[in-house]
């Protein structure tokens, strides 16, 4: 077991900028009701998922306020129980899957989704495959090679399972969807051409037991959350999140998304600040949680002339974790040495090797209410070792991906305990 306590205190202040409020309108259509959802969102490029809303963080407290259809909670760039020792933050570890050098049909190496049963076995989408294990950590089968054939795995980038117990795999570059049962047989492919599916969307997770959460870029603008019935893939519901964009990518280029499903909630982000909005299915903006980081960066668009060479990411921010008591996690990283990140990309993609990215990393500890209590940071969090999270059973209870020593997956219990 292991508990860690974050440090180094920074309080600052400043004033919201002048943006205008949230908005939120709907737009019957026949046979079914689309809803649209107007947001001043700086949307992720179709390369990467990210999502938010332009407001300035300021305060050495959080402070909340009520916009559009949406509560917005802006947190300082440290939480005040930074170095007082009222929280920590404990991970024990419970079992780990795959092994570092045999038999060689447990060696992971590109992991790319984690699922988990209500008896506990586990499945890993790895490079070209599926393998299982029990929840003691013992092989259980593997499944598929490499192919664009039936049960064949070509560019793979994540799963999911069904509410009825399947495994719904998005392969060949998510150009289309398969469905696995939880022994690894191959069911059935959903192709890409299907109603629901047109357009730059990816899977993202379940609401219920028929409908399917899609999120993407949407033509010609914008980011569309588009639910989905299963079986048959009709469009039930959607929403769209327009930007209002300050400084647009050169050439064009679009900007779009994706996101998570958590309790029920669609959650999405954003790259160009620290921030996560909260979506009811219908598409109104239940809560916004951001935290005042002035390093972090967008993204760099490298250009030379008229032509665009290439989009550099610096700063990410992870989907939230829930943990008991009603704790979320939150894990981000950012540099501190990129101001100007389009010159630093176009130096990069014209081959001037510039300086590499110093990064910040952060583990969050937030509240209930999503105030911003602590963090881990740098070192600290190098040695809690925390990983990716890739699956969640149960409030707590992670599975979480690891690269060093060597590529496996770890299921963890993490909570927080307040000192009496």
Not at 47 to 52: E, K, R
Not at 66 to 87: K, R, W
Not at 101 to 129: C, F, H, K, T, W
């Amino acid at each position: 077991m292991m508990g860690c306590f974050a440090e180094n205190v920074v309080r600052s202040s400043c004033t919201l900028s002048n943006v205008p409020p949230l908005t939120l309108w709907r737009s019957p259509v026949t046979p079914r009701t689309q809803r649209f959802a107007a947001h001043p969102l700086l949307l992720a490029s179709l390369l990467t998922a990210t999502f938010g809303l332009l407001f300035g963080a300021c305060g050495d407290a959080p402070a909340t306020g009520d916009v559009g259809t949406g509560l917005i909670v802006e947190n300082p760039f440290h939480g005040p129980h930074q170095t007082d020792g009222a929280y920590r933050l404990v991970m024990e570890e419970l079992v780990q899957f795959g092994a570092e050098e045999a038999p060689e049909r447990e060696l992971l190496s590109q992991i790319r989704g984690v699922e988990v049963d209500s008896d506990g076995n586990v499945y890993i989408l790895d490079g070209n495959r599926l393998i299982s294990f029990t929840a003691e950590g013992e092989f259980r089968w593997e499944s598929g090679r490499e192919g664009e054939g039936p049960g064949e795995f070509s560019r793979a980038r994540s799963m999911f399972m069904t509410p009825d117990g399947l495994l719904l795999v998005a392969n060949q570059g998510e150009r289309r969807l398969d469905l696995f049962s939880l022994s690894g047989k191959f069911v059935l492919t959903i192709p890409r051409d299907v109603r629901g599916m047109q357009g730059f969307l990816s899977p993202t997770g379940f609401l219920n037991d028929s409908t399917v959460v899609f999120t993407g870029a949407a033509m010609p603008t914008g980011t569309v959350v588009r639910l989905l019935r299963s079986p048959d893939w009709v469009v039930t519901d959607s929403f769209q999140v327009i930007p209002t964009l300050e400084d647009p990518p050169p050439g064009g280029l679009l900007i779009g998304g994706s996101g998570a499903v958590i309790d029920g909630q669609i959650v999405l982000r954003r790259s160009d600040m620290y921030e996560l909005s909260i979506h009811a299915p219908d598409g109104d903006t239940l809560r916004v949680v951001r935290r005042n980081v002035p390093d972090f960066t967008r993204h760099g668009f490298a250009v030379s002339g008229n032509n665009l060479l290439g989009v550099s990411f610096y700063s990410r921010i992870s989907m939230p974790v829930a943990l008991p008591g009603g704790y979320h996690l939150v894990s981000a990283r950012w540099p501190t040495n990129i101001p100007d990140p389009d010159e630093h990309a176009t130096a990069s993609f014209s081959g001037e090797n510039p300086p590499d990215p110093i990064n910040h990393t952060t583990l969050d500890v937030y509240d209930a209410d999503w105030r911003l209590l602590f963090s881990i940071e740098n070192e600290e969090l190098d040695a809690l070792d925390f990983g990716t999270v890739r699956a969640q059973p149960a409030p707590g209870d992670l599975y979480i991906v690891r690269t060093s020593p060597y590529p496996h997956v770890a299921r963890v219990r993490v909570t927080v305990e307040k000192s009496e």
